[in-house]
């Protein structure tokens, strides 16, 4: 399957894709496109749009508090892991202003932007932080107690 989002990634369209690719969609394809050609793209290819405003995979607002993608995409797609759960406060810290944010989305953010700083494209963006994600998730997976 096709996913599409904007380019230029930092946090939750590199976080997103890493997720569709361990839990949702082994094989999944991404294209990252001007933010105002995203909808055109995915519409054209048959891409399902993640991290743009009005999509069913962004950013939402749920009893007051806001959530990102990569909360979207657990959702929809019923993902239970307690890691995974736990790495998207994680995450949801880097990306949004949220109240009492997890002490790790600070350093989460600023590798984001250094990754992006010196990666060539979102595709290299997305192997070179990829790992960072593994990681991020061995840890959350240790935190809960399940490693």
């Known amino acids: 399957m096709k996913w599409v989002t904007r380019e230029r990634a930092k946090v939750d369209r590199i976080a997103c894709p890493w997720l569709i690719k361990n839990f949702v969609d082994e094989d999944a394809e991404f294209l990252f496109v001007k933010p105002e050609k995203v ?16 999509v069913e995979l962004g950013h939402y607002i749920e009893n007051g508090k806001e959530y990102v993608s990569f909360d979207a995409i657990i959702k929809k797609y019923g993902i239970k892991d ?60 240790k935190k809960v107690g399940n490693l």
């Open 39 to 54: 909808l055109e793209v995915a519409k054209k290819e048959n891409a399902i749009p993640f991290d743009v405003p009005g």
């Open 82 to 141: 307690p890691a995974i759960l736990e790495l998207a406060k994680i995450v949801r810290s880097a990306d949004a202003d949220i109240p009492d944010p997890a002490p790790e989305g600070a350093g989460l953010e600023a590798a984001a932007e250094g990754f992006r700083i010196i990666s060539k494209d979102d595709y290299d963006n997305m192997r070179l932080q990829f790992p960072l994600y593994d990681a991020l998730y061995a840890y959350c997976k």
